[in-house]
Protein backbone atom coordinates (compact mmCIF):
# COMPACT_ATOMS: atom_id res chain seq x y z
CA UNK A 1 0.00 0.00 0.00
CA UNK A 2 2.81 2.17 0.86
CA UNK A 3 4.69 1.97 -2.22
CA UNK A 4 1.44 2.33 -4.52
CA UNK A 5 0.91 5.73 -2.59
CA UNK A 6 4.28 6.67 -3.37
CA UNK A 7 4.18 5.93 -6.70
CA UNK A 8 1.00 8.53 -7.12
CA UNK A 9 3.08 11.06 -5.36
CA UNK A 10 5.34 10.87 -7.64
CA UNK A 11 3.69 10.80 -10.41
CA UNK A 12 1.61 14.48 -9.07
CA UNK A 13 4.59 15.45 -8.44
CA UNK A 14 5.53 15.00 -12.42
CA UNK A 15 2.35 16.36 -13.14
CA UNK A 16 2.65 18.99 -11.32
CA UNK A 17 6.54 19.77 -12.95
CA UNK A 18 5.07 18.99 -16.48
CA UNK A 19 2.25 21.57 -15.41
CA UNK A 20 4.72 24.51 -14.43
CA UNK A 21 7.33 23.58 -17.89
CA UNK A 22 4.27 24.39 -19.77
CA UNK A 23 3.49 27.62 -18.41
CA UNK A 24 7.10 28.91 -18.55
CA UNK A 25 7.77 27.25 -21.59
CA UNK A 26 6.84 30.26 -23.91
CA UNK A 27 9.39 32.94 -21.87
CA UNK A 28 12.27 30.29 -20.81
CA UNK A 29 12.74 27.85 -24.09
CA UNK A 30 14.90 25.44 -21.36
CA UNK A 31 11.81 25.29 -18.94
CA UNK A 32 11.16 21.25 -19.92
CA UNK A 33 14.82 20.21 -19.41
CA UNK A 34 14.52 22.14 -16.10
CA UNK A 35 11.45 20.94 -14.84
CA UNK A 36 12.76 17.72 -16.14
CA UNK A 37 15.50 17.79 -13.61
CA UNK A 38 14.23 19.54 -11.12
CA UNK A 39 11.72 16.19 -10.59
CA UNK A 40 14.22 13.88 -10.63
CA UNK A 41 16.19 15.42 -8.36
CA UNK A 42 13.72 16.24 -5.97
CA UNK A 43 12.43 12.80 -6.60
CA UNK A 44 15.82 11.11 -5.95
CA UNK A 45 15.87 12.73 -2.94
CA UNK A 46 12.07 11.81 -1.35
CA UNK A 47 13.12 8.53 -2.24
CA UNK A 48 16.55 8.05 -0.77
CA UNK A 49 14.78 9.74 2.47
CA UNK A 50 12.15 7.02 2.82
CA UNK A 51 14.97 4.17 2.07
CA UNK A 52 16.61 6.04 4.95
CA UNK A 53 13.93 5.66 7.01
CA UNK A 54 12.73 2.19 6.04
CA UNK A 55 16.73 1.20 7.19
CA UNK A 56 16.87 3.30 10.11
CA UNK A 57 13.96 3.31 11.86
CA UNK A 58 11.48 0.53 10.42
CA UNK A 59 14.78 -2.14 10.86
CA UNK A 60 14.76 -3.30 7.08
CA UNK A 61 18.08 -3.71 5.70
CA UNK A 62 19.57 -2.03 2.58
CA UNK A 63 19.30 -5.08 0.51
CA UNK A 64 15.51 -5.10 1.30
CA UNK A 65 15.07 -1.96 0.62
CA UNK A 66 17.54 -1.01 -2.91
CA UNK A 67 14.75 -2.52 -4.78
CA UNK A 68 11.66 -0.48 -3.30
CA UNK A 69 14.08 3.02 -3.88
CA UNK A 70 14.92 1.51 -7.46
CA UNK A 71 10.82 0.43 -8.04
CA UNK A 72 10.05 4.21 -6.31
CA UNK A 73 12.35 6.45 -8.43
CA UNK A 74 12.47 4.62 -11.48
CA UNK A 75 9.26 4.45 -12.73
CA UNK A 76 8.23 8.13 -12.49
CA UNK A 77 12.00 9.10 -13.61
CA UNK A 78 11.54 7.52 -17.05
CA UNK A 79 8.20 8.43 -17.30
CA UNK A 80 9.54 12.06 -16.97
CA UNK A 81 12.16 11.26 -19.31
CA UNK A 82 9.83 9.60 -21.80
CA UNK A 83 7.30 12.66 -21.19
CA UNK A 84 10.44 14.95 -22.04
CA UNK A 85 11.45 13.49 -25.19
CA UNK A 86 7.62 12.96 -26.54
CA UNK A 87 5.21 15.57 -25.40
CA UNK A 88 7.49 18.51 -23.80
Same mark, same amino acid.
Given at each position: MRTGLFLLAGFLL? *? *?TVIVAR @???ENFQNAASVA?? *?FITL?? *?LTSFNMWVGVSKA &???VTEELP? @? @?VLF &???AVVAIVLKWKVL
Open positions: L *A *A @LFSTT *AWL *A &GYSV @L @L &GVP
